[in-house]
């Protein structure tokens, strides 16, 4: 078990609990979407994986050790908001070598062998030497992932990788991420709001409501009744066949 999160509770007031009594786990490889309407705790759920706030009751481990303990096993992709400095990707990307390094040391050959592999592995080996501040949304989304991927994680933590990009370069991230997840054994939890993807893409979903959240197979837990309670949506998944391939298809309907 890579991930494994145990009673994992977290409110930033008394009156307001977010996240009470979590529990999941992710194999490496697996990709988990975590969903639920907008303000119930879905970033506060990745910034507690990160040890950026600290669960108030539960854990979570990595690989069985505390995560806090585990930090540089994890890399963050945050949503890709324009930079205004004009650090080359190259050098954008050999910042996911930071943790390793010592305070005021240049980051090395081995750096930047590992950070341009990156770079070759999400494919924009082309965009090198050019700034990150004349990158499109979805340049620079792949700059993101590159720079978490020069870390050397075992858990990637994406907060909506696809927001603000066409549908096309949205399919193309999340081909990626699952490409990474399945090639090289990276455990992914990432944010979306779009059922479709989290259908298409993850191997879990994680839904949150409240006090209560539901984990199992994106089948599942999208079914009608469960999108109505959460989301009060009528909704419909067919399983499709087109072009021999098996696909479930999921519609959003109406609003309660
Ligand atoms: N620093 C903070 N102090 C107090 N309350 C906060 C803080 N950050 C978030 N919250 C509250 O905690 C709840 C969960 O916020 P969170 O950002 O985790 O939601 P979310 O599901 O990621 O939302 P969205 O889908 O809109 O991005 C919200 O009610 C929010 O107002």
Redesign the pocket.
């Known amino acids: 078990m890579l991930l494994q999160v145990e009673n994992g509770s977290y409110?930033?007031?008394k009156e307001?609990p977010?996240l009470q009594g979590i529990n999941f786990s992710l194999q490496e490889g697996e990709i988990l979407a975590?969903m639920?309407?907008?303000?119930?705790?879905?970033?506060?759920?990745?910034?507690c994986l990160m040890g950026i706030l600290k669960w108030q009751s539960g854990h979570s481990l990595i690989d069985g050790q505390d995560s806090g303990m585990e930090r540089k096993k994890i890399g963050y992709v945050p949503q890709a908001h324009r930079f205004s400095f004009s650090y080359s990707v190259r050098d954008m990307v050999v910042f996911g070598r930071a943790k390793y390094m010592s305070l005021l040391v240049s980051p090395g050959k081995e750096d930047y062998k590992i950070a341009d592999a990156a770079l070759e592995e999400v494919g924009i080996v082309h965009l090198r030497d050019k700034s990150v501040s004349r990158l499109s949304g979805g340049q620079l989304q792949l700059v993101l992932i590159a720079r978490a991927l020069a870390g050397q994680p075992c858990l990637l933590i994406l907060d909506?990788p696809e927001s603000h990009l066409d549908f096309s370069n949205q399919f193309t991230i999340l081909q990626i991420i699952k490409r990474l997840a399945k090639e090289k054994g990276i455990a992914c939890v990432m944010?979306t709001?779009y059922p479709d993807h989290a259908i298409r893409f993850a191997d879990h979903i994680l839904l949150?409501k409240g006090e209560r959240y539901l984990v199992g197979r994106p089948r599942d837990v999208l079914s009608k009744e469960n999108v109505r309670e959460y989301f009060k949506m009528e909704s419909s998944m067919e399983r499709v066949f087109i072009d021999g391939r098996e696909i479930d298809l999921f519609v959003l309907l109406d609003k309660i």
Not at 36 to 47: A, C, Q, W
């Open positions: 409110s930033y007031t307001n977010v975590v639920g309407p907008n303000g119930i705790g879905k970033t506060t759920l990745l910034k909506e944010n709001h949150l």
